[in-house]
């Protein structure tokens, strides 16, 4: 095996679906992976798999991300490698939406990928090395009706990933955004029948980033859309 | 002078310019004025000329917007014009910013804006008509270098209006977003020596914003970008 | 009535509809209007209603567009507002086109606004005044199936529109692009029953052409979306 | 090696630089290749090199474009595998240019494209199973002041890129366009002294190209940009 571009990955987020295909690509490929959520029962059975570490966060709390940064280098090494994938939102019409709900679900889309991506850039500059990776959704791009908090998270974390991309790409740091546009397919969210790969299969996303951190540097992306062939869009 | 379209119109985010250049052309128009502001000591000449009434009001407090909607309404009239003219900024290299000076930022720039809309959105929907305006920036189009918890506030409020616009324009709300794509002229920040008209007049833009007010339903923008003649873009 | 901004107004591509209306509204505030189209007998009730002259012209063939605005000049003056408002396309699935009329529905829909701008340009640099204004749809920002020459076409003239817009606006021309998102009201083909302003009425896109036109050069768009109030989007 | 997922690749547009660095990429992955340019002479060395077969053609003529794909079937069978990579310019103010040179601009950039596409399409289609490939440049998103000719022809080959993915990719046909944002480095054109990766190398756009074409059909990017890591954008 290659030595890999980047040896130690971070991933904010965590649950089934796109984050436990990228801790076991990253794993495979050879990269020491450390997993974040707030809960971290559930990934019990992931990290065996990978031999990836778990860290309990809360990511919009700037202090617990400081801290989180602290143990995954003291555990596993300074990560060169940060995915963003968490995301909230409150669902319904605009004037039955809470507005607790809605300010906790931009913080959890956007301001925790702020605190994250600030810490990660902390670390990577001066080494002039290091990719951030953030995870969008159709949302991202196009406000959708009864979908507001949903879209102010999630254009606000492409606002984000866009700055830093202008910001941190000529200080040699990779940043950026990918458009999941359509659901993600689970075991409890299967393809509908009849329809095979109607919903984007989260190895398939996975790939796609992989590849992304593969780009030298002549020729970065800072955007990729992805979508089932099928999709409307 | 005929009866105007909009009655009662609400500016939250007044200072000088572009909301003081609003309030005159709504006053002009008969349309009665209020103003909201954290700060409204300095709007006592504004209100004088034109006969608006000041609010003072925390736009990133639920409890307080709440409450100045209830002041209006008694004062006033129930308010079926609304701009939302707020923004907060925090400056500098993404690795220098105060985790908390960025979200006081996204709160300002986009959560107020939230809370504002759903409440003027309340009063409009069971009249099936209403104006919800938001002013927007370059940054709500595009991610600059070291402005990154700008261009969260702003993409996170024009996903908001376009959500918004999708939702409520059915329902007989015209919402609206304006790309303010250059600097404002102002009394201390005038036009360079030379070069005429290189900076948006605030009574331009109001104008602008009175256009897109009287577009009849079966042609509305939910979008506008203004830009001085020689703005590169 | 005021002395008005723009005094000669061509128009190329004029049917119902759209030009119509703005032919009225030119004519009702003080522009002597030219209108071009390949047929122009079906243009006299219009040119006796408003006073405009009618030229034939193929916007496709550059010397007939030269030759368009050396008439033009002579009978009414140099045009200093100039729109284009001519498009074609070759419907069906991208297999089933027939290479010609996909030629022909580029050529009509953007290089024929190339050859009528590059005139319009040409008179109106000397003078630092003008305005060319261009008509789009909702296929100038979306690729729809099945529509792929709509799509060539329209893409296509919004490219020459922003290109413009960079190159001329700083000389003193007014470049605007509009997006026209659902389908135009006529006597032919009205709202559905039950649907209200569900289609643009011309005479509300034209007023919106007309407050553009309106801006002070302070603050000047280079593209505005008109949809109806119930248009998905 | 792994059998390829694509067999015949047909490079439309060949001269150094993009498609040399695909020919080679393709044919070391074991892919049969032909190339298509206007003028073979040059071609010489790279068929020699990658085992690749030459063919003249003028992209802009139905005809010609006919006839090189059943030649490319006759002695290659059948490309699954498309690439359209011509593209023509006039330059200078928009006022100076030759209409004729513009007309054959579009041509080739867009028209072209439209012909080989459709050509390939009908290929495609009985199978379910093939890719298109478009090369956009950043003049295909931004129409730049003095390039008018080529925002059009860019434009228009972007939004013939979009209807095809909408239109074909649910039969089976991967359509991707990708925005090639800053210069490529040749020999004749190489990076700047002291700014290493300053321009696109060919070999890392179409690792690229590579990459989308291995992409699962759950997660299909239709568009890509790509750009080095100092470009400005």
Redo the contacts between chains.
């Keep these: 095996m290659e030595t890999p571009k980047y040896k130690i990955a971070l991933i904010v987020g965590v649950g089934e679906g796109l984050s436990a295909s990228l801790a076991r690509l990253f794993s495979r490929e050879g990269i020491r992976v450390a997993l974040a959520a707030r809960q971290i029962e559930k990934l019990g059975a992931l990290c065996t798999e990978t031999g990836a570490r778990a860290f309990a966060c809360n990511a919009t709390d ?1 202090d617990e991300v400081e801290r989180l940064f602290g143990l995954v280098e003291r555990e596993l090494g300074t990560p060169d490698l940060v995915v963003y994938n968490a995301s909230g939102r409150a669902r319904g ?3 039955d ?1 809470v ?2 709900d ?2 906790n679900a ?2 959890v889309s ?2 925790g990928g ?2 994250v ?2 810490q990660a ?2 670390r990577m ?1 001066p080494n002039k090395h290091g990719a951030i990776l953030f995870t969008g959704a159709s ?1 991202s791009v ?8 949903f ?20 200080q ?1 740091i ?1 940043v950026a955004h990918f458009v999941i546009d359509g659901g993600i ?1 689970s075991k409890t969210r299967p393809d509908p029948e009849g329809h095979p ?5 989260p ?3 996975a ?2 980033y992989w ?1 992304v951190l ?17 999709e ?2």
Excluded: C, T
Aim: charged content about 20%; cysteine-free.
């Design positions: 700037a019409p605009l004037v939406l507005p607790a809605v300010a931009i913080a956007a301001f702020f605190l991506a600030q850039a902390k500059l949302a196009k406000g959708y009706a009864q979908s507001s908090s879209a102010m998270g999630k254009f606000a974390l492409r606002g984000l990933a866009q700055s830093m991309a202008r910001e941190l790409s000529p040699g990779h397919r790969d109607s919903m984007l299969d190895d398939a996303i790939l796609s590849n593969q780009q030298p540097r002549s020729a970065w992306s800072w955007e990729v859309e992805l979508r089932p062939w099928v409307k869009f």
